[in-house]
């Protein structure tokens, strides 16, 4: 069984803080910062117990191709890719809300609309759809940032009524969200895939708007097979995703979503190669490219070292 990265414990020189997400650890400097993509997998807002190998080289080298692909619509934090696993950027001041875009009614969206609701987050949705439909057009559907607990739904209005974003920065997001969407969607339609929703968030750095986090990654978006969209759709088929959903559909098939009280099931050395290869599979298909794995040996070493070197380099080139 190949190693792989759970978390970092590291402490560098000019180093100001620390933060530990759910699969990432963030490293934070003066104005930069170095994020760690572990290996780490959530799911229902639960980290499991065992990381998976490669996954976090999967979910930054597709973020990287993602951002460079997108950063004449708007600029993003990148700085320097120094590692498989690890992406050197701006530290920006992240907007308290995350922009989320559905070009389908499917996931959270489906269940609020198949419960009865016509509006969410403040959008109407027509009567008459059914589950995976594609939307009269591509609706936003911001969700809160929660410092803890869970995001939760909010409409532009309570946005600007809560001054949580300033009405000319929330036009700006606005207006770079579905033009980020449009580029995702036509990059996937390229490899037979459609981009079903996604979500986008966007820091200041020094007075300006930048893209910030992970992109059109199959963590952050859902993606469905285009070549049997329309077949699947006229018989009410499922549609085949290509997206984190078969983790979460493991963990519900073992009686675990996340609720008080349930035990996250047993993960074999098989379910964990499983998972693995399947995000290499991810990786392929939205990339189109062949995946090379990264070597397994002294992985924490390697990172450290990249770190190390990027920051001493940064700082001798002031």
Known sequence: MNSAIKETHFN??????????????????????????TD???????????????KGQVLNQIAAKSLEATKDIV??????QIDPNVTFGKKCEPFKVEMVIRGYLAGHAWREYRDGKREVCGVYLPNGLKENDRLPEPIITPTTKADQGHDEDISREDILALKIVSQQDYE??????????ERGTELAAKKGLILVD????????KGEIFLIDEIHTPDSSRYFYSDSYEKNQQANLPQKQLSKEFVRQW??????????????????????????????ELFEKITGEKFVKAPSENLTERIEKAILNHTQQTTQGL
Do not use: C, H
């Not at 020189?13 to 760690?36: H, N």
């Not at 979503?257 to 349930?262: C, D, L, M, S, V």
């Open 251 to 280: 963990l519900i098939a073992n009686n675990f979503q996340g609720k008080e009280g349930q035990e996250i099931p047993f993960m074999s050395e098989d379910k964990v190669i499983e998972i693995s290869d399947r995000y290499i």
């Open 75 to 80: 600029p993003n934090w990148v700085t320097a």
């Open 12 to 37: 560098f020189p000019g180093q100001k803080d620390f933060y530990r997400g759910k699969v990432r650890d963030v490293y934070m400097f003066e104005d930069s910062i170095a994020v760690v993509a």
């Open 198 to 205: 996604t979500k986008y968030e966007f820091g200041k750095y």
């Open 40 to 54: 780490r997998i959530s799911a229902f807002d639960v980290v499991l117990p065992k990381p998976i190998p490669y």
């Open 172 to 181: 700006f997001l606005e207006k770079y969200t579905r033009a980020l969407f």
